[in-house]
């Protein structure tokens, strides 16, 4: 199994899209931060700490589409070369070839996705600096969660990218259906109003922008470490279904 993590992570590192798609993530938050920070900064009344954390972390809204995409491509970029067939013959065991690239992908999105979460923070606060708005102390738990539970969120992303990917193995077709399942369940919760409330505890996109990336979630949702904890269970559900699906297909 380790020379199979080594194999996954010398093919992740060596494509160049990888570190487009990572930079990109990280850019995307930090200019978010900066944005709202910049936007705030002759607002009136004077925002509140929590108030520039929460909007300072919107950018994961594109953050978890570019991770997620990553995730994706791990697998379906193999599928689209023809690569696939010598992965499988070098490993014959399939399942241990998902289970390496889930460990390999999971940890770059955690650690890329904590540090977007992080540069999100960062551009606010730095933003911010020399106005009356008060600064959002990575010392208050609140604040911290947040920042921590974000970059959760992002790497729990990518890992239904991979699941995705490996259920249809078109990047097209994966990639449009992540982008479905983040937005198009928030589109139909909102029809529902507030009754809605009850369905949108389990939407990724909500839960994110009102448990996870926020320091206190809106009432009705649940706290943001269950809602992190819920998105990992969604990426474990993912790789399952592909894992199955991968044991009984041709490559």
């Not at 999971?106 to 009356?132: C, D, H, K, M």
């Not at 369905?199 to 943001?224: D, E, H, K, Q, Y």
């Amino acid at each position: 199994m380790k020379n199979v993590v080594r194999m996954e992570w010398i093919k992740l590192r060596s494509v160049r899209s990888t570190w487009w798609l990572a930079v990109a993530a990280v850019v995307s938050m930090a200019a978010a931060g900066v944005g709202v920070g910049l936007g705030y900064r002759s607002h009136t009344p004077v925002a509140t700490a929590a108030q520039i954390l929460d909007d300072s972390l919107g950018g994961a809204i594109l953050a978890q589409l570019l991770l997620g995409g990553l995730g994706v491509l791990i697998v379906t970029g193999e599928y689209g070369s023809g690569m696939i067939r010598s992965t499988f013959a070098a490993v014959p065991r399939r399942r241990a070839v998902l289970a390496a690239k889930a460990a390999v992908c999971g940890a770059a999105a955690l650690t890329v996705g904590l540090a977007a979460s992080f540069a999100g923070y960062l551009g606010g606060q730095l933003a911010i600096r020399g106005t009356a708005i008060p600064a959002a102390s990575l010392g208050d738990p609140a604040i911290l969660r947040a920042v921590l539970l974000t970059g959760v969120y992002l790497g729990a992303t990518a890992l239904i990218g991979v699941g995705i990917g490996t259920v249809l193995r078109h990047s097209g077709a994966a990639i449009g259906t992540l982008f479905g399942l983040m937005f198009v369940p928030m589109i139909v919760a909102g029809l529902f109003g507030e009754s809605g409330i009850a369905v949108g505890r389990f939407v990724p996109l909500l839960m994110l922008l009102n448990s996870i990336a926020v320091t206190s979630p809106v009432p009705g949702l649940f706290a943001g470490w269950v809602s992190a904890s819920l998105m990992c269970g969604y990426a474990a559900v993912a790789l399952l279904c592909g894992s199955v699906l991968l044991r009984h297909r041709d490559a």
